[in-house]
């Protein structure tokens, strides 16, 4: 087999090209808010290092995300295979080995949360406008970069609790399960009443900001987990390669890392997942 697969996200392209012959090549590219038929062509000549007249030999082409649903039934002679976002999501889940159900978050520029339970369909829960994209954004704002790696790099060196309020600064302590150093309010400590904060350095900016995304997303995937009673939650997305990340949800109180698990090369994993239902679709359809 040879076939590729493109994830149409809002901040990023994620290409993943199979062979069995080889690895996969995996390339992340900018987003393409309307992808055309020419625009996939040039996505596999660059994935293929190969001339762009050259790019359909493949056995098919698995597209998801974004406008793909707009595209036509071929590329040339390549079958275009059209892949529901929220199909790939909960495929990419399951196969990372979590027990089902399961709530798969896929962390873009915004947040899916899809429960995983074979053979049941996929179920689109709930979506956040907070992820990837809110990251960049506020870094740009606040920190003048909208690049997440030097934000995640800078976060590490930071004291977020220069910038959010804890519950032990509100009570004196923790209440019931939840410990002192929980989060109580993102950012809450620069506007307080009556107290004269010192200016966070960069990076306690950084580190709040990266808090602040991560610990929102999961506590979201929490809720939906009890309310569907999943076994585990499991993460995709590129903002877990942002370093410092996945330090922040572990700092989430009582969480237990046995439920919580990551997708390997997480930025990839919806693609792949869009792969093997398109050949899974073919191959039933012969």
């Known amino acids: 087999m040879r076939a590729a697969a493109i994830d ?15 690895p996969d090549r995996l390339l992340a590219l900018p987003s393409l808010p309307r992808p055309s038929l020419d625009d996939v062509g040039a996505i596999l000549a660059r994935a293929n290092d190969i001339d762009p007249e050259a790019a359909p030999s493949l056995d098919f082409v698995a ?89 995640g790099t800078l976060a590490r060196s930071g004291d977020a609790g220069r910038c959010d309020l804890r519950v032990g600064d509100i009570l004196g302590g923790g209440i019931g399960i939840v410990p002192a150093e929980a989060t109580a309010a993102h950012f809450a400590r620069l506007a307080r009443p009556g107290e004269t904060p010192t200016r966070p350095e960069p990076a306690d900016v950084a580190a709040a900001l990266v808090n602040l995304v991560g610990q929102a997303v999961l506590r979201l995937a929490f809720e939906a987990a009890l309310g569907h009673h999943a076994r585990a939650i499991v993460l995709l997305g590129h903002v877990l390669d942002v370093p410092g990340f996945r330090e922040s949800v ?37």
């Open 8 to 22: 149409f996200g809002g901040t990023i392209t994620d290409v993943v090209v199979r062979s069995d012959a080889r």
């Open 63 to 151: 597209v998801t995300g974004g406008r793909s649903r707009e595209l036509p039934d071929l590329l040339g002679a390549t079958p275009l295979v059209r892949i529901e976002e929220s199909s790939a999501i909960a495929f990419a889940g399951v196969e990372s080995g979590a027990p089902t159900p399961a709530v798969v978050v896929s962390l873009g520029t915004g947040t899916a949360l899809v429960l995983a339970n074979p053979p049941a369909p996929p179920r689109h829960l709930v979506g956040s406008g907070i992820g990837g994209g809110t990251l960049a954004g506020l870094g740009r704002l606040l920190l003048g970069t909208a690049n997440v790696g030097e934000i």
């Open 250 to 286: 572990a700092r989430i109180p009582l969480l237990d890392p046995s439920f919580v698990r990551f997708a390997d090369e997480p930025g990839f994993a919806v693609a792949r997942g869009a792969l093997a239902l398109a050949r899974a679709e073919l191959e039933h359809g012969a």
